[in-house]
């Protein structure tokens, strides 16, 4: 691998994927220029809905999205501790992040963003709109294109505190 081709492992929470399935998007995590997407165990078993589910191991399928799991023992450990505070999926993508040295995409706020932010620092986590304005910025997608899905994400009850994505690129 060339220095011009290094790629930051993101390890991706149930959030993301739900909202890229309601988008139709989930198969631009494929092409976001240095960035592997990765999604644990758990979180696909956090994932309920059927077609939400289908979209999800067609991705895996695809190469687009690849698949781990909670391996050592210090990742067991974090994980551990961590599901006595936050929901599973979160937790195995906060354990494999600490422990790894990964980025997380993840839209939780509150206890989630204090935990990664004191675990990981600033800087290492993406969320659904900053997803989009990668594409955005990556030449992707258009502005009209993310504003589209910014409806569709707003009617599925994820709202976004801003008009457009042409207000934050």
């Not at 988008?23 to 165990?41: N, R």
């Not at 990664?116 to 969320?127: C, D, K």
Request: hydrophobic fraction near 45%; proline fraction near 2%; glycine fraction near 8%.
């Amino acid at each position: 691998m060339t220095p011009h081709n290094i790629t930051s492992i993101v390890i991706t929470d149930t959030s993301i994927l739900i909202n890229l399935s309601h988008t139709g998007h989930m198969l631009l995590l494929g092409k976001t220029a240095g960035f592997q997407f990765v999604v644990p165990d758990e979180v696909i078993g956090e994932i309920t809905e059927p077609d939400q589910l289908r979209t999800v191991e067609e991705a895996i399928a695809a190469g687009t999205l690849g698949r781990d799991s909670i391996s050592s023992p210090d990742e067991l450990a974090t994980f551990a501790e961590l599901t006595q505070i936050l929901g599973v999926g979160e937790s195995a993508c906060l354990a494999l992040a600490a422990n790894r040295n990964w980025l997380i995409a993840c839209d939780e706020k509150r206890l989630f963003l204090r935990e990664a932010r004191n675990r990981l620092g600033e800087g290492r986590i993406l969320n659904t709109a900053g997803l989009y304005v990668l594409w955005i910025r990556g030449g992707i997608l258009t502005v009209a294109e993310a504003d589209s899905a910014k409806g569709v994400l707003e009617a599925h009850r994820f709202k976004l505190a801003f008009d457009s994505f042409g207000d934050v690129i």
